[in-house]
């Protein structure tokens, strides 16, 4: 169960509006701008990082927001949500659902129950952004209202792969009991629409939407590939 009488709709499509300082669209209303843009369009959620985007998007839109900072911690791998006074900001800012680290590094499964009670004291619901099928349970066990595949691929010893982790989507969807999120390495709408077939209550998209300098990176590799190619014939 969510708390707050916050849900999200089914099979429906979740845009990341996210911008780090050393991005260009860092700042601003850009967010909030890309926020109106998805829901336009039919997204059911928004996801994004930072109080001042939260707020922004707070008042632009009136769809669910899955919050999160990220925050470098000296010495730590763990930089999303990584403690009580992040959850807090979220959810003052007008997240309803708090996206955190749910993997198991550095104690972390031991140390966030902490982080989810404290969500659940203040209204909200959590997402837990977790690796792998055990982080996934143990996170269910834990107190997370929403599971997602977020950190695949970026922990060690999960798979490290181009495509989307579908199979961990499968493995999620037979085992637990709360909602799965697909999220991760999804550029096209076909991977899209794969994360549900593979069972995906929810699929995120970020990247291929948001984050114009990496959409026009893969454009621009893709155009030196061929004309290297061409200068070789």
Same mark, same amino acid.
């Given at each position: +169960? $969510?708390?707050? %009488?916050? !849900? ?21 209303? !850009? +967010? *909030?701008? +890309?926020?109106?843009?998805? &829901?336009?369009?039919?997204?059911? #959620?928004?996801? $994004? %990082?930072?109080? %001042? ?19 470098? +911690? ?6 999303? $949500? ?10 003052? *800012? ?24 404290? /969500? ?14 055990? @982080? ?7 107190? #997370? ?27 999620? &969807? *037979? /085992? ?6 697909? @999220?991760?390495?999804?550029? !096209? ?10 069972? /995906? ?6 990247? /291929? ?20 190619? @061409?200068?070789?014939?």
């Amino acid at each position: +169960m $969510t708390q707050a %009488n916050v !849900t999200i709709q089914p099979k429906g499509l979740i845009v990341s509006c996210q911008a780090l300082e050393h991005e260009p669209l860092h700042g601003g209303d !850009t +967010m *909030a701008k +890309m926020a109106v843009a998805a &829901k336009s369009v039919g997204a059911v #959620a928004i996801r $994004t %990082n930072g109080v %001042n985007d939260i707020r922004r998007i707070r008042e632009a839109v009136d769809l669910p927001i899955i919050g999160l900072i990220k925050r470098d +911690m000296p010495g730590s791998a763990v930089f999303i $949500t990584p403690t009580v006074d992040e959850v807090t900001a979220i959810v003052e *800012a007008g997240a309803g659902i708090v996206a955190m680290d749910v993997t198991d590094r550095e104690g972390r499964l031991d140390t966030v129950r902490e982080l989810i009670d404290c /969500a659940h004291r203040l209204g909200a619901a959590v997402m837990a952004d977790v690796s792998t099928f055990e @982080e996934g349970v143990a996170a269910e066990k834990l107190g #997370a209202d929403y599971v997602g595949t977020t950190l695949s691929g970026y922990t060690p010893y999960s798979p490290q792969q181009e495509e989307p982790d579908f199979e961990l989507v499968r493995k999620l &969807k *037979a /085992a637990l009991q709360v909602p799965v999120v697909a @999220e991760g390495r999804i550029w !096209t709408p076909q991977q899209a629409a794969e994360a549900l077939e593979a069972g /995906a209550d929810v699929v995120v998209v970020g990247s /291929a939407i948001t984050r114009p300098q990496l959409i026009a990176e893969r454009f621009a590799k893709a155009v030196a590939a061929a004309a290297g190619k @061409e200068e070789k014939q």
